[in-house]
């Protein structure tokens, strides 16, 4: 498959017609890293409409690591809530906020390695904020970008880690930081987990639809 460049083309294009990530809708309205780092905690496993105006509650009355640690667990899970695992992640936002706090001077690290030191955070987290909130280079590897890329058949892997480094590998750099926003919005629009839209697709043609048994 080596199509990538007409690909993107298309999906850029079509992108504006879609719903904005809502992490990516975050950083855009402001590029702050603490606002994309828990605007990210916040969305896995949650839907984005949920996410956002999660984040938009709680970034009203807290958005930084000193104020988000007035909050109680049981406070901050009020506020955060109906989000998936709203408990868990309570636990993690403040735990996160205590180490920022205490060992970084409330400041976001800005390279993946020591994002992935915090409790919680992992690859796509901080692969999403190096990107979004620093702009540097780098590729965040969600379900949405592991599974179209391999259902193109421009990679062939197993895990989303392998993905990243597949991608590495042969995506242009140019594209790197957009991919993910991208394949997010037409993960959730088109390109389905089961069923995919293929009739409507925009980039039908160039896909090998590898693994997938039956589409609308």
Not at 51 to 61: D, N
Not at 135 to 157: A, E, M, P, Q, Y
Request: hydrophobic share 40%.
């Amino acid at each position: 498959m080596n199509n990538i460049d007409k690909i993107i083309a298309i999906l850029s294009k079509e992108y504006t017609k879609w719903r904005i990530p809502a992490v990516t809708l975050t950083s855009e309205k402001s590029k702050d890293p603490f606002r994309v780092l828990i605007s990210t905690i916040l969305s896995l496993r949650t839907k984005d409409e949920t996410t956002y105006e999660a984040s938009k509650r709680l970034f009203k009355l807290a958005d930084n690591p000193t104020d988000m640690l007035k909050f109680s667990m049981v406070d901050l899970e009020k506020v955060i809530y109906p989000v998936g695992f709203y408990r868990t992640k309570a636990k993690t936002i403040l735990n996160i906020c205590d180490v920022l706090k205490e060992r970084c001077n409330s400041k976001v690290p800005n390279e993946v390695d020591e994002l992935l030191k915090l409790k919680g955070v992992g690859r796509k987290t901080a692969n999403l904020v190096v990107t979004l909130a620093f702009g540097k280079l780098g590729i965040c590897v969600d379900t949405h970008v592991h599974r179209i890329s391999n259902r193109w058949g421009f990679v062939s892997t197993k895990t989303p880690l392998q993905t990243e480094m597949a991608l590495r590998e042969r995506l242009p750099e140019k594209y790197w930081v957009r991919f993910n926003s991208i394949l997010v919005a037409f993960g959730q629009q088109i390109c389905r987990p089961i069923s995919p839209k293929c009739t409507v697709c925009p980039v039908e043609r160039y896909c090998e639809k590898v693994g997938v048994l039956r589409s609308r």
